[in-house]
């Protein structure tokens, strides 16, 4: 069982940045596979990055790609994604997950859910 507690969203103009930080409980989290996912308002959650168990490879979706740093220490149970150069279409409730499967963009994939941190930009 993993428990996961996303921290550090809030409200910033466009070009401005943030760093969502998640905080996981238990002893495996180094075994795990972590992703932050994003939901707009009236739209379906879709995948925005994921990091391998180690920490050595990421992915992410193309939308974010060169703006997003997803990054992870294990030693503190704790996955960050630094956002920078926001745009006003990133506005979301942000999620951390943890999977069991590397490198996947599959929601399905992923077992243990935070609670959502919201995110706004302001244009």
């Known amino acids: 069982q993993v428990q996961l507690v996303e921290s550090g969203g809030g409200l910033v103009q466009a070009v401005g940045s943030l760093r969502l930080s998640c905080a996981a409980s238990?002893?495996?989290?180094?075994?795990?596979?972590m992703g932050w996912f994003r939901q707009a308002t009236g739209k379906e959650r879709e995948f925005v990055a994921t990091i391998y168990p180690s920490g050595g490879s990421t992915y992410y979706t193309n939308s974010v790609e060169g703006r997003f740093t997803v990054s992870r220490n294990n030693a503190k149970n704790t996955v960050y994604l630094q956002m920078n150069g926001l745009k006003p279409e990133d506005t979301a409730v942000y999620y951390c997950?943890?999977?069991?499967?590397?490198?996947?963009?599959?929601?399905?994939?992923?077992?243990?859910w935070g609670q959502g941190a919201q995110v706004t930009v302001s244009s």
């Open positions: 997950a943890a999977s069991s499967t590397i490198g996947t963009a599959n929601e399905a994939r992923y077992w243990y």
């Open positions: 238990g002893r495996t989290f180094s075994s795990y596979a």
